[in-house]
């Protein structure tokens, strides 16, 4: 799981120590998540499956993609499909992943690299391995997040943004065992490069066995911890965790993990936005009748068109 790694994690700004006085946040729900497939056929967990939204706002849904090992001629990708009212977050581990959109945006990631994308008012999209991959076959990994968006943002204009993985804040626990990468947000005063509308953390953590981190976390945001692989404890109840779990958490201070085996956790947060939630398929909007127009919107082809113009692997 190669990501962003450094040759010496101890030259790297350290994690305040974590004041006596510190809650440690308790964990609320461990679930595991259900594996199936997406887009054209690849295997993805659904890592917020049975878990209710209150406790997920702002986030809707997260897809760990992978790991999985092509052959040749294996890669698979997603057809062009459209989205509007919610931000869509790619975050690539192992391997190669295209992007392209209506309005032009688009662009190549592969080890630890973002796509975001900003769908607001509406947006058409694909994403597809490159034609290479698909002739090669190779190592895919990666995680897709959606962010809800407020209902004063959902109409916004589509952004994309390109976030190369070496943007990331780097950092490390004061004992040196554990690698965090900052994607989004803030952690301990350390700024990732993702621009968000609603205020979020996104961080990639790669723990050594017998570490244990202490992270410092704003006490009006929830907390999500996703286990991309390994086994340890989580919370201040030391609750077991592996691979392809995810612990939701209590209010508090500060998340803790333990590590048993080397362990790569993707850990979320963000201040809820508390409004009422209408999804179905690519839309994510307040109401029943948001979504209506929503579907009115795409077959009237308002959300935009395929370009004429497309990526090789795309037609």
Do not use: C
Request: no cysteine.
């Amino acid at each position: 799981m190669p990501a962003i790694t450094v040759d010496d994690v101890l030259v790297l700004p350290r994690l305040p120590q974590l004041d006596q006085t510190a809650a440690v946040r308790p964990v609320r729900r461990l679930t595991t998540a259900p594996q199936g497939y997406e887009g054209e056929g690849f295997p993805v967990r659904r890592a917020f499956a049975g878990v209710p939204l209150e406790e997920l706002d702002p986030f809707i849904h997260l897809d760990q993609m992978g790991e999985v090992d092509y052959a040749p001629g294996e890669p698979k990708g997603t057809p062009w499909h459209p989205h509007r009212g919610f931000e869509t977050v790619t975050y690539m581990i192992d391997g190669i992943m295209d992007h392209q959109d209506s309005l032009g945006g688009g662009g190549t990631i592969t080890n630890s690299d973002t796509q975001w994308m900003t769908a607001g008012r509406g947006i058409l999209h694909i994403e597809a391995p490159p034609e290479h991959l698909v002739t090669s076959g190779g190592l895919f990994h990666g995680l897709q997040l959606w962010v809800n968006l407020p209902s004063a943002a959902k109409m916004i204009d589509p952004k994309y943004q390109d976030i190369r993985g070496r943007e990331s804040a780097l950092l490390t626990t004061p004992d040196g065992g554990s690698l965090i990468r900052v994607i989004a947000g803030e952690v301990a005063g350390h700024q990732g490069p993702g621009s968000t509308f609603t205020p979020i953390n996104l961080a990639h953590v790669t723990l050594q066995p017998g570490a244990q981190l202490d992270l410092p976390w704003q006490r009006t945001y929830n907390a999500l911890v996703y286990v991309l692989s390994g086994r340890g404890t989580v919370g201040a109840d030391k609750r077991p965790i592996r691979m392809g779990q995810l612990a939701t958490h209590g209010t508090g201070d500060s998340i803790r993990v333990n590590a048993h085996d080397e362990m790569d956790l993707f850990i979320m947060g963000g201040r809820p936005i508390g409004e009422p939630v209408a999804m179905y398929g690519p839309f994510v909007m307040n109401t029943k009748a948001e979504l209506k127009q929503a579907f009115e919107d795409y077959q009237k082809g308002r959300l935009g068109v395929v370009p004429a113009v497309r990526m090789p692997h795309t037609d």
